[in-house]
């Protein structure tokens, strides 16, 4: 089993900054995708950007780019979502996803084995 926890979310205004941290503990896998997707009110859940445990390129959402980076730290075991220049449009709530045995860096959301609890990021205009 693996676990995710997300921390980071919170309030902030349009044009700031956040960023989301997933702490992966349990049997985590080095060849894993690990993954952020976001669900706003009334919304399908939507891939946001996603990166290797092992390295290499990362993937994002048309939406993102450019705005976020997603990150990893394996000596920590825990994944990082920058996210600068926020809009309103951002607002939702964000979880981690663990893909374990990846083809590649998926961005549908049922290649995703676990997932966390969620964090709600509300960006105010």
């Known amino acids: 089993q693996v676990q995710l926890v997300e921390s980071g979310g919170g309030l902030v205004q349009a044009g700031g900054s956040l960023r989301l941290s997933c702490a992966a503990s349990g049997r985590t896998f080095s060849s894993s995708v690990m993954g952020w997707f976001r669900q706003a009110p009334g919304k399908e859940r939507e891939f946001v950007a996603a990166?290797?445990?092992?390295?290499?390129?990362?993937n994002y959402a048309d939406s993102v780019k450019g705005r976020f980076t997603i990150s990893r730290d394996n000596a920590k075991n825990t994944v990082y979502l920058q996210m600068n220049s926020l809009k309103p449009e951002d607002t939702a709530v964000y979880y981690c996803?663990?893909?374990?045995?990846?083809?590649?860096?998926?961005?549908?959301?049922?290649?995703?084995?676990?997932w966390g609890q969620g964090t709600q990021v509300t960006v105010s205009s």
């Open positions: 990166i290797r445990w092992s390295g290499g390129s990362a």
């Open positions: 996803a663990a893909d374990r045995s990846p083809l590649t860096i998926a961005t549908s959301r049922w290649a995703y084995d676990y």
